[in-house]
């Protein structure tokens, strides 16, 4: 797909996540990349507002140049500002979001064409509280699995830009060496969650699950809390043909 194109379907990703009813994101909350396929790829600039992108609110980055510098020793954050100016395709375009190490990871690692990231309210009252990502790591209905995954990357409270990036490496390699592909969802305790697709769709559909099922979890504490599938239910609903063949078609 030509860059303008992707830039464009960026955009309108980045405008559904970011709709107020969704309560995914506010103001400047969280951020969107797509694989341009070349060697670089699109990131929300900072500052900039998922609610409201725009062209301008998105900038085109070299992939290997932002993963090369996470084995830089000793860059502080002044140093990472600066350092993500020097990754720019345009010079012209803004500064990329401290995230951008953080997209470039789930763009390779983690096998993503595209992603999303948001502070959606539902997942961020889970991650923040004691229980932290521990509850979405069963399963209490089907749609979660055809939709989220059978299994979720987990990644600690860590300060944002560098060291998070450090963080989520390692989460994603140990994800993929476990299960031979990248996740579908990477959770971040206290700090929200990650879609990772292979088209815009998939990544949308991603985080209104994840929200769904942040709610029921949420919900299920009025009733004496949630009634988890066992392992051998979940592993069978994610092995089933016809769910298989759902799945295929959400991604679509």
């Given at each position: 797909m030509k860059p303008d194109l992707v830039r464009n379907e960026l955009i309108e990703l980045s405008r559904e996540l970011g709709r107020e009813e969704r309560r995914l994101a506010?103001?400047?909350?969280?951020?969107?990349?797509a694989d341009i396929g070349d060697g670089t790829f699109w990131v929300k600039a900072s500052g900039s507002r998922l609610a409201t992108m725009s062209e301008q609110?998105?900038?085109?980055?070299?992939?290997?140049?932002?993963?090369?510098?996470?084995?830089?020793?000793?860059?502080d954050n002044t140093a990472?500002?600066?350092?993500l100016q020097g990754v720019l395709v345009d010079p012209s375009h803004k500064q990329p979001s401290v995230e951008t190490f953080l997209h470039a990871l789930c763009l390779t690692i983690g096998e993503a064409k595209w992603v999303g990231h948001t502070h959606t309210d539902s997942v961020l009252q889970i991650l923040c509280s004691r229980a932290g990502a521990e509850p979405f790591l069963r399963h209490v209905y089907p749609d979660e699995i055809v939709v989220c995954g059978r299994h979720l990357a987990v990644v600690p409270y860590v300060d944002p830009g560098l060291p998070l990036a450090i963080a989520v490496r390692d989460a994603l390699t140990k994800f993929r060496d476990a299960h031979g592909h990248g996740p579908k969802v990477m959770l971040m305790v206290n700090h929200g969650?990650?879609?990772?697709?292979?088209?815009?769709?998939?990544?949308?559909?991603?985080?209104?699950?994840?929200?769904?099922?942040?709610?029921?979890?949420?919900?299920?504490?009025?009733?004496?809390?949630?009634?988890?599938?066992?392992?051998e239910d979940a592993d069978h609903l994610d092995n089933r043909p016809d769910e298989h063949y759902r799945r295929k078609q959400l991604v679509e």
């Open positions: 506010m103001l400047g909350e969280g951020n969107t990349s609110g998105l900038s085109r980055v070299h992939t290997d140049q932002v993963l090369s510098l996470m084995d830089q020793p000793g860059l990472v500002n600066k350092a969650p990650v879609a990772l697709g292979q088209t815009s769709g998939e990544v949308l559909n991603i985080m209104l699950m994840l929200d769904k099922w942040a709610r029921i979890l949420i919900g299920t504490q009025a009733f004496g809390g949630p009634n988890f599938l066992s392992d």
